[in-house]
């Protein structure tokens, strides 16, 4: 019995050339590992190879009648997938995992600028936000001007409006929650 790598030759063929595999299928029994073997030394990833690999033999089963030295045309195939592979690889660049997301080369890419319509929601808000105050009383628009916009903390907002320090802590703290209710009603917030 014949080995599964030797070549089975036809009787009319045997002057004909080089011998023939007699199916696909003992070529494949014969040249799977070798050309995997060859695929994996080119790209150097055992999935590639495989993929590669099951690439050639596909090809040359779309066309197995028309190869006349399939173990020549399967290597010269693989080597030429494999060299394709090689070449899509060096157009992309690997993304690098960094520790710091700052330092990632993605990073330095983005711009840092709010697109359009994020702007507008932004104004948007900014308008209703404002629309809000305006329904609060004046003591507490002060409080929060003097906290928000003067950046003060409750003791210098204390010191100027002769507020103790807890009264001005709890009339913020109103001030604001009116303001988130307006806003809910607005459905700005949920």
Sequence with gaps: MAKPDMAVVAPDEASAGPPRFESIERLFVALESPLLNYALRMVRDSALAEDIVQDAFMKLHAQFGQVREPRRWLYRTVHNLALNQQ???AKTAPLSLCAD???????????????????IARWEGIGLVRLSLKALDDRSRQL???KFNEDLSYKEISDRTGLKIGHVG????????????ELAKMGVVP
């Excluded at 709890?170 to 209710?181: C, G, M, N, P, W």
């Design 101 to 119: 997301p700052l330092e990632s080369p993605i990073h330095e890419s983005i711009d840092p600028r709010p697109l359009p319509d994020e702007n």
């Design 144 to 146: 929060i001007h003097l």
């Design 87 to 89: 070449r899509q690889s």
């Design 170 to 181: 709890y009339l913020l703290h109103h001030a604001l929650k009116s303001i988130a209710a």
